[in-house]
């Protein structure tokens, strides 16, 4: 147990997770966005915010932006702002759901205008790619159907993988392509990209520079995730993963918050295939705090991560392996739920300590007075938000 113990909190001290910069402006539902005291202003503003959760948690040195609600005058100067907070410009993310003209579809849509404007914006993305050092495109295509009949299936797919290949020949070498999917929302009838296996038929017909993004709140009800992520790793094909929790749809809450056991389970295929680091998956947050403080929420969703990593790095696996080959059902199974059960809050105050951070984030956040400082700092101006 010591031995594993010590790997634990050796493979925790090199985790890391991307943090997303719209987390930390005013969000809600369809029917209302929540303004809070000292939410972020601008870019600029978003990464020092970002730079806060890292600053207490330790694992969260990248950020990523979404164009155009991060757009700026110029990105170098961005970057240089991320390195002077000691964090980093992480993906770059697309927007094809706010233009009037994607009404009908964007990559996909009939009207090829409309297709080389969305095109067009993906090569301003990958501008600000190079600008910030920045070496992931992530696109998650809002295209779809509401109606039966309302465009041809097989059409939409051809004129798709005609976009995608456009998209696919803007990259440098080194920079990825990462293909999201959704299996409803913003449409209803017919998602363009309702699941993995579309989303990795059409990163195979690109070519090696492209790969999946799953997000874990993008599944029917009843989903196995944890499969999912195990066959992606299984082809090499898994490029970035998307963390939060939902009860009924994509509620983007804080991840581990609706079903902790799910969130275990799939940290355990991650660590069963040995993808944790090095094998080029960039664990990010994808969540929109609409009720909760912005920075509180994103430590949350840190921690909450790091402890269902240390639960799945103290799995016995020999144990494990070794009642899967004899057919102990149940062994096998209490070897995963005896990890579950785990409280791993004094390994992972351990492993602060040791860098030099408070055991507890979270709290030694509330008592830094940052949230009181840039509520009284943050006056005027526009706060940023869905658009912004």
């Not at 499969?227 to 939902?246: E, H, K, P, T, Y």
């Amino acid at each position: 147990m010591t031995d594993l113990r010590a790997r634990a909190l050796a493979a925790l001290a090199d985790q890391t997770i991307e943090l997303p910069s719209w987390a930390f402006g005013n969000s809600g539902t369809r029917f209302k966005v929540f303004g809070q005291p000292g939410v972020a202003r601008d870019p600029f503003e978003k990464l020092e915010d970002a730079a806060q959760v890292h600053r207490y948690t330790g694992v969260a040195p990248r950020v990523s932006l979404h164009i155009p609600w991060d757009r700026v005058d110029d990105y170098a100067k961005l970057a240089a702002h991320a390195a002077d907070l000691g964090v980093q410009i992480g993906a770059i993310n697309s927007n094809l759901f706010q233009d009037d003209e994607y009404r009908l579809g964007s990559l996909t849509s009939a009207d090829k205008a409309v297709r080389d404007r969305a095109i067009a914006h993906h090569a301003e993305c990958v501008d600000v790619m190079r600008a910030t050092g920045s070496t992931d495109l992530k696109l998650w295509l809002p295209d779809g159907t509401n109606y039966a009949g309302q465009d041809d299936l097989r059409a939409r797919q051809d004129r798709l993988a005609d976009s995608l290949q456009q998209v696919y020949a803007l990259l440098d070498p080194g920079h990825r392509l990462l293909i999201e999917y959704k299996f409803y929302e913003p449409y209803f009838y017919a998602m363009d990209i309702p699941d993995w296996g579309t989303s990795l038929v059409h990163c195979l017909a690109l070519g090696e520079q492209a790969q999946v993004v799953l997000d874990t709140g993008h599944h029917a009800p009843g989903t196995n995730i944890e499969f999912i992520v195990m066959q992606l790793l299984r082809v090499g094909r898994l490029g970035a993963f998307d963390f939060n929790s939902r009860y009924y749809g994509d509620d983007d809450l804080i991840v581990g918050s609706a079903d902790p056991f799910q969130l275990f389970r799939i940290m355990n295929e991650i660590v069963e295939a040995g993808a944790l680091t090095g094998a080029g998956v960039n664990f990010m947050l994808d969540q929109c705090h609409n009720i909760e403080p912005k920075i509180p929420g994103q430590i949350r969703s840190v921690m909450n991560v790091q402890e269902a990593t240390a639960k799945a790095l103290l799995v016995d696996r020999d144990a494990l392996h070794a009642a899967q080959t004899s057919g102990d059902v149940l062994a096998a199974h209490g070897a995963l739920t005896d990890a579950f059960s785990t409280d791993v809050r004094p390994l992972l105050a351990e492993l602060r300590e040791s860098r030099g951070l408070d055991a507890d984030p979270y709290g030694a956040y509330a008592r830094s007075g940052n949230q009181e400082r840039i509520a009284g700092e943050r006056v005027g101006g526009r706060q940023a938000g869905w658009g912004a």
